[in-house]
């Protein structure tokens, strides 16, 4: 199972009786599923059906969802105003009386007075209503599988991303797990010098108390428990990329647990080399956190 992003793209056109329509849908990332539905005026009916079935296979991102729609003949019927013609005519008659105009006026001329002939949107049945309403949600299913393709093209390219950069943590946790500054002998010896330094200062220890502080201080500089749970967060994540059901939010959360403990090993270390790995681990992680936020 591949992951979804939440970044895409589709078109769908259609062709219902003299209707000729194109969904378009656009998705960018966001923290839930938020839908905007434009679609033309006439048209509202749709809304409802129309937001359910992107409910239904959309989890999350900002989307844009557009109707364009036309007519062939633009359901509109021609008539004729035969009082208006009555009395465009007759005032045409008393024009070439003022004037002393001798040619009749022109049918053209006459037609194309305002008012004189109209149109008008022929009524839909509601059987011819339902129909139409039918195709576009049929339209709206293939823009909407298309965009999930699209979705999941994208989110193919960003799981190799991010199985790289797992990958990455994980030499990174094992280098900070076996560095010479962890091992008992590099432990003992830093503690050593640290004794003889203070030894220098001519104030005396007590020898017991000493050992009680010098254990306290090596338990708190050691790191294994954050290694231990990097550990465990990498298997979970890995286990993720393997789900069939969206998991941005839980990625979200991964990665900030990631960044807490690289941030703990960071204060914790008390060597350049686990330093240095730290701030590896840091660098890493932060390409990770922006990643999973295109996580569907």
Same mark, same amino acid.
């Given at each position: 199972m591949t992951l979804k992003s939440m970044t895409g793209f589709a078109r769908a056109d259609g062709v219902h009786g003299d209707a000729r329509w194109y969904w378009e849908a656009r998705s960018v990332n966001?923290?839930?599923l938020d839908l905007r539905l434009r679609?033309?005026?006439?048209?509202?009916? %749709?809304?409802?059906?129309?937001?359910?079935?992107c409910q239904e296979k959309l989890a999350r991102g900002n989307c844009t969802i557009n109707l364009s729609l036309k007519r062939?003949?633009?359901?509109?019927?021609i008539s004729l105003n035969e009082t208006a013609l009555a009395q465009a005519k007759a005032v045409a008659a008393r024009a070439q009386v003022l004037t002393g105009h001798k040619k009749p006026p022109r049918l053209d001329t006459l037609l194309a007075m305002r008012g004189v002939v109209e149109t008008v949107e022929g009524e839909e049945s509601e059987e011819a209503q339902a129909a139409l309403t039918h195709a576009l949600l049929a339209g709206l299913a293939e823009v909407l599988d298309r %965009?999930?393709?699209a979705r999941e093209s994208e989110g193919e390219r960003l799981q190799l991303v991010i199985e790289k950069q797992l990958a990455v943590i994980a030499r990174l946790v094992e280098q900070a797990s076996s560095a010479s500054a962890r091992q008992p002998e590099a432990l003992a010896a830093r503690l050593r010098e640290q004794v003889a330094r203070l030894a220098e200062t001519g104030v005396n220890f007590d020898p017991e108390r000493l050992h009680q502080e010098a254990v306290l201080l090596a338990a708190k500089a050691d790191i294994q428990e954050e290694l231990d749970r990097l550990r465990a967060?990498?298997?979970?994540?890995?286990?993720? %990329?393997e789900s069939s059901q969206p998991a941005g939010r839980k990625f979200e959360f991964l990665a900030q647990e990631f960044n807490r403990e690289a941030n703990t090993i960071c204060s914790k270390a008390a060597d350049l080399e686990i330093s240095r790995t730290g701030l590896e681990l840091k660098t890493v992680i932060d390409q990770l956190r922006e990643q999973v936020q295109n996580i569907e």
């Open positions: 966001g923290r839930s679609l033309p005026s006439g048209l509202e009916r %749709l809304e409802i059906a129309a937001r359910a079935l062939e003949t633009g359901g509109m019927e %965009l999930v393709s967060h990498i298997a979970a994540a890995n286990e993720l %990329l």
